[in-house]
């Protein structure tokens, strides 16, 4: 395939383009020719496929939901999993050297700073891959079929908060007694961890 390159950006591209993937050049622009306006050079870009930004955002809210909205599923499945797995391997280390605060408090800290990580990661690559799709480097083949999974726990998430708070300020509702039952839950579990009930 022929290529040449753009005047602009200098990246390679189709001998046939009619203008630049990457920035949008023209290249029907002569030098005898009054130079294109910015706004018409924009206007000759092609739509963006991604909208980087909110993939940032979907990886900020839930990591490994950015990379779904990109259509990588395998990469969101793999920062879920690496998430899921710390989280795993630090409740277990607690639960082996409990009654130790100093030790707990060190397996929180590197549990905190690993889940920040993979967070930071999953947002910039969310972001950049994205950016990527756009300027047509990088191949997309439509969102995950997973994406749509997040948001449905979100929006679980977010009825049973309503609920919740509902609940607590007119007690007749249904579900008046879910805070309740949660609390009771929560203290019982405190003070199993705290060794004052036996299981």
Known sequence: MDLKSCPEC???T???NDSCPYC???FAFSPGSSRPSVQSRRSERKKDLRNPLLAAACAFLFPGWGQWYNGRTAEGIYVIAAGFGIVVVSLMLMVMVRGSEMILMAIAAVTGLLMLVIWVYSITTAYN???GINRGGTAFTG???LFWMPATLWVL???VIV???ASTIVPG???ADIPATISVAGGSIALHASGFLEI
Do not use: Y
């Open 173 to 175: 509702l249904p579900g």
């Open 14 to 16: 189709a001998a046939d």
């Open 24 to 26: 949008g050049h023209s």
């Open 10 to 12: 200098s990246q390679l």
């Open 157 to 159: 998430f977010a009825g």
């Open 129 to 131: 891959t994205a950016r």
């Open 143 to 145: 969102k995950s079929p």
């Open 163 to 165: 609920i919740a708070v």
